[in-house]
């Protein structure tokens, strides 16, 4: 089915937000088959609220609308709804009820959210269950599902109830799948270069995406049966696995992080990690994958000199003669942290982030990785440009893949 | 000026990537004076990119286009812009000669980035010096800047010359002012009853939106003289403050580790951190921001109990007497680690990310949070609810706002 996403609210077209759960929907609904036609993001104003519903409603099969249903005044789309599909607010007393049960002191708060229990004329309520706003409106035979604008409460409805609902709504005779291939190390326009042959293939479609420092190549194809779909994707991912080897660090949802763990852990090998200008980036990034706990022991960050000193046990002297940005130091903090917590292998980071302390020897976006593992240990120099976010955050997607590289070996 | 912006790129109508230069843009748009009156993210696609454009051309002042530019196939915007505004792609040769001279093997790479060098007639290249796609043609009398889907570049290009040249274009006689400010600890609902008064009046306008675990509330007035739009911010703002109280820990861009960079910069201390179930994810946060050597030292990612009896000396006894999370545990790391960086002020998180690792008596979620200060020790249980990321990110929140609050006590 084809669909369209309309975001609403002021905080969005004002950029004070920015509308990550339209781009959840999409890839969702993507990942489900469907196609969107467009997203798109409108003010918390009822006139171009219905213009947009309107037009979207004459011309795809499905509307996703998020947003304006909130408790305070500045929601107004159960407002436009009534007003451009004539469906007059009305009343709905389970919600009145519910809302009436959960508060601690009703007859101060019931006012503000009382507004919560009107629905447009015809609205299902979505999640009976829970407190979380949300509804779908069936007009001219379009579904309209109305999600809250919080993402994590429309993200939760979407997955468990729009997808399922929408699945059932009509049968299609195209068969799709999809599949993101993630790589690092290549640029976007060598890629495609090695790729043409395959975009030239009916069926198939290829498209190429820088996201911060890696690049995804997204396949499609699309048959006539399920069979049919499995066995182009299967010959297609083959060539794109051929032609960029290595280069691909995994597939779909997951990142580099997840990766790195599911090697340490096949390797049984626990992971430590001492940070110097990437500052905890690395564990935060290893330590939000769960489960992590199976193959990261911790580590150090060892922003100032004396923490790298008393918590790493790095020489003072390795400090004053070489630089705390160094290949020495960075062995040095490597290797002595396997040591002190007992892993077999150890990432360490010593760099400069910017945009202060840079100079002409060691200019800002200087990095040197560490990596002891199997009893050696060994440095490498980089040289990131950007602004200190970009350098931390290549740094730690650089020393993570160095992990991914060196489990890889045989 | 009102002004529409227009998204290109399959990677965001299929959710691969989550559009956020649009936010960026319609920010800082929204701070220089301008309105945005709708944001759109479309395919790949030509017929509706040129419908897009062509709609937005009638109806708005300027148009900012991002996307499609790249030298891929699947980069289609500059044909669409052909097609649909009557203006054929035309080679631009100084464009082309600077490619060829940037490349280190030109026969090679050419053909693949040659179509870079291709623009709609009466396109102006926007920077000359930078190997930076993005240009502006004027149509129908109405400026359509076209940048690159880079966030960085697109955001470096806005921020450099279109914001310039707009503000060049037209003279506006109405005078804007916008602040944004941050809270915490309070919800939504009661915040929009609390400033209920202040929405009443005219020329002010007031939004409610949380972000995270915060609530951004966004004062906009207008005036009809500088003069009048200052004193009417001023007057709001008094009324926000008074009313809102300590809740604000900033404003506008301000992040609440800024806040608390800044805090202890004025109290002239070193804060560290030792950090277990939020894995490095508060001290990544401290060392996002420039300049946090002056103020953060470092610290542990005490993820295994092993680190934290290694590097933090936390007693095995304690540890197997009151468990890993546990106040006891909370007060001993945030201490220890005081004691051997030799920091005055030491925060420490112990607790359940989840999703596994729970039990009846400390479920996911169960998270306490240790204070080190003026030679105290105190700690603070917390009950979270939400995924392994929300609540990590409720307790880097929650942690930081604790040392926001120890810093402001007179």
């Not at 010959?235 to 990766?259: C, F, K, P, S, W």
């Not at 790298?308 to 490597?334: C, F, I, T, W």
């Not at 020897?361 to 602004?387: A, M, Q």
């Amino acid at each position: 089915m084809i669909g369209e996403i309309i975001a609403i609210g002021n905080e969005l077209t004002s950029g004070r937000i920015t509308n990550t759960t339209s781009a959840f929907a999409a890839r969702e609904l993507f990942l489900a088959g469907h196609e969107i036609y467009a997203m798109h993001t409108i003010g918390d104003t009822p006139k171009l609220i219905g213009e947009a519903l309107k037009r979207a409603i004459r011309r795809v099969d499905f509307v996703i609308v998020t947003g304006g249903l909130g408790p305070t005044t500045d929601d107004l789309t159960n407002e436009a709804v009534a007003e451009a599909l004539q469906r007059p607010a009305t009343l709905n007393e389970a919600i009145l009820e519910k809302i009436r049960s959960q508060l601690r002191d009703p007859d101060g708060q019931l006012d503000a959210l009382e507004k919560l229990a009107w629905l447009p004329e015809g609205a299902e309520v979505l999640s009976a269950e829970e407190r979380m706003a949300g509804h779908l409106l069936v007009h001219d035979d379009i579904p309209v599902f109305f999600l809250p604008g919080v993402p994590v409460q429309a993200q939760k409805l979407l997955v468990d109830i729009v997808l399922p609902r929408l699945s059932g709504w009509s049968g299609c005779n195209k068969y799709q799948r999809m599949r993101l291939y993630k790589t690092v190390g290549l640029p976007e326009h060598e890629i495609n270069q090695r790729l043409m042959p395959l975009e030239q293939e009916k069926q198939v479609s290829v498209g190429y995406y820088p996201v911060d420092f890696e690049v995804h190549v997204s396949l499609s194809v699309s048959g006539s049966s399920a069979e049919e779909a499995d066995t182009l994707l299967n010959d297609a991912e083959q060539r794109i696995q051929e032609t960029l080897g290595d280069h691909i660090y995994g597939m779909d949802r997951e990142t580099l992080a997840e990766v790195v763990g599911n090697l340490l852990r096949e390797n049984r090998l626990m992971l430590s990690t001492a940070e110097s200008c990437t500052g905890g980036l690395i564990s935060s990034q290893l330590t939000s994958v769960p489960g992590s706990s199976e193959w990261f022991a911790g580590g150090v960050v060892a922003y100032s000199n004396h923490v790298k000193e008393v918590l790493l046990n790095v020489d003072r002297d390795l400090l004053r003669n070489y630089g705390v940005v160094s290949g020495q130091v960075a062995r040095a903090m490597a290797a002595r942290l396997a040591a002190r917590v007992g892993t077999k292998i150890s990432l360490s980071v010593t760099g400069i982030a910017g945009p202060g302390g840079g100079t002409e020897e060691k200019p800002v976006g200087t990095v040197y990785i560490g990596l002891f593992y199997k009893n050696k240990v060994k440095d490498t120099l980089h040289h990131f440009s950007g602004r200190r976010k970009e350098i931390q955050e290549m740094t730690a997607q650089t020393a993570l893949d160095m992990v991914r590289r060196v489990l890889l070996e045989k």
